[in-house]
């Protein structure tokens, strides 16, 4: 089985200021972790991906994450927040063997930029 | 490139009406597709998913059904509305056998379902 926790429904950040957007997974075997984001009456976007290949993932808009087995986290970051920053973002674990190859998503966290 | 596409994107029913929400994927074949439903201050709810024409499956039991009548189609219809069926409903594609690469899931735009 798997699953995910994302911490905090809302979060808010000064523009300029460090963005971090927490998540933390569960599951048997390794995992595919991802990264949408959501603007207002807007589908998901892939804003960044984990297959194992490195560690620290780069992602569109300075995004990036880093992949943390020993804590199971799967943290967002961006250095200096923008106001176009603010949208909604969901982290989401695929990990195959599982019994299922469909991501499973979390709740979300809304991300709040003041200028 | 392969691009996905739902409609309408807006949508304001009566309580008791059908339902149509459809979908196509372009630029791709034999792709895995999906519904979800996002009600407002909710995650995303996967509704259906389907790996092939005809084969759909639900996770959720409710008055919503699935179809799939082309490879790069998919409907999402109801007989009778209820006012719980309110939400943003998203059309999703991924590669088959895209499970050997984490399976990427592309939303399409999304349609806003207003059950009065």
């Known amino acids: 089985a798997q699953s995910v926790t994302q911490l905090g429904s809302h979060v808010s950040v000064s523009e300029g200021a460090l963005v971090l957007l927490r998540c933390n997974y569960s599951?048997?075997?390794?995992?595919?972790l991802f990264w949408y984001v959501q603007y207002p009456n807007q589908g998901l976007q892939l804003l960044l991906k984990?297959?194992?290949?490195?560690?620290l993932v780069k992602g569109i808009n300075g995004f990036e994450a880093e992949f943390k087995k020993s804590e199971t986290s799967f943290h967002l970051t961006k250095p200096s927040a923008h106001m176009s920053d603010a949208a909604e973002y969901f982290c989401?674990?695929?990990?195959f063997g599982g019994g299922s190859y469909i991501p499973t998503f979390g709740r979300g966290t809304s991300l709040i930029v003041h200028p | 490139s392969q691009t996905i596409h739902q409609w309408p994107a807006t949508l304001v029913q009566p309580v008791g009406s059908p339902l149509s929400l459809e979908c196509t994927v372009e630029g791709t074949s034999n792709p895995n597709l999906y519904w979800y439903r996002q009600a407002a201050g909710r995650g995303l709810q996967l509704l259906f998913y389907s790996v092939g024409i005809g084969q759909i499956s639900s996770e959720v039991p409710q008055n919503l059904s699935a179809s799939r009548p082309q490879d790069r189609q998919f409907i999402l219809s109801s007989k009778k509305l209820l006012l719980s069926d309110s939400g943003f409903y998203l059309c999703?594609?991924?590669?088959?056998?895209?499970?050997?690469?984490?399976?990427?899931?592309?939303f399409g735009e999304g349609s806003w379902l207003t059950v009065v």
């Open positions: 984990y297959t194992s290949a490195a560690t």
């Open positions: 599951s048997s075997v390794p995992p595919y």
């Open positions: 999703a594609w991924s590669k088959r056998g895209g499970q050997n690469s984490g399976n990427t899931i592309y």
């Open positions: 989401a674990v695929s990990a």
